[in-house]
């Protein structure tokens, strides 16, 4: 009985590092592909020079 507890203790523990884990990575791809997605659409707008209507569109898609 104590080593089944003992069992269902350590996979209780291992699914909770698992998902945070699974959190943080998710967290982490999320924030890089927002910033270059971000740095993109700066650079595209430093060398371009666009007009007031392409620059609604980056503003409103992004």
């Given at each position: 009985m104590n080593i089944t507890h003992s069992l269902l203790d350590e996979l209780k523990n291992y699914k909770q590092k698992y998902y945070a884990n699974t959190?943080?990575?998710?967290?982490?791809i999320s924030?890089?592909?927002?910033?270059?997605v971000y740095i993109s659409l700066n650079a595209l707008e430093y060398v371009g020079r666009f007009n007031s209507l392409i620059?609604?569109?980056?503003?409103?898609t992004s």
């Open positions: 959190l943080l990575k998710g967290i982490l924030l890089a592909l927002l910033l270059s620059r609604a569109i980056f503003f409103f």
